[in-house]
């Protein structure tokens, strides 16, 4: 089985080696291996997981639900249906935010064609 390091596992996912201790401190990364010198050594089945946390995060769950997520995974295939019903709950929300945030840069863009204007046609600009 092919391990890389921690600098190795940060770089491939664009992320600073903190922030994995981090999540490992959190109690996101199980069974994390280390070598002889105490250096921690991540599976191809470790980062995946890895990527999942940064997946989770990156739309916003909390640690608190990535850790339940974590320990159901380390629970095993019992635990399959409270998974699915986690994620399609998280996608709801991630949509929603999205919806959110698309209709707030309609009024941002809003604010920037009115500035470029003004500036374009030498008028004081207004907030």
């Known amino acids: ?9 940060a770089a491939k996912l664009h992320i600073p080696e903190s922030t994995i201790r981090y999540y490992e401190k959190k109690g996101l990364l199980p069974l994390i291996e280390r070598n002889e010198a105490g250096r921690r050594l991540f599976s191809e089945d470790q980062m995946a997981l890895l990527e999942a946390v940064i ?20 629970e095993g295939d019992s635990t399959l249906e409270l998974r699915l019903d986690m994620m399609k709950k998280h996608k709801q929300e991630v949509l929603a935010e999205i919806t959110l945030m698309t209709d707030s840069l309609v009024g ?15 008028e004081e600009v207004r907030k």
């Open 1 to 9: 089985m092919k391990y890389c390091s921690i600098s190795e596992a």
């Open 55 to 74: 997946c989770l995060k990156n739309t916003h769950m909390p640690i608190s639900g990535i850790k339940q997520y974590m320990d159901w995974i380390m």
């Open 108 to 122: 941002i863009d809003f604010k920037i064609n009115r500035y470029t204007n003004r500036l374009k046609h030498g």
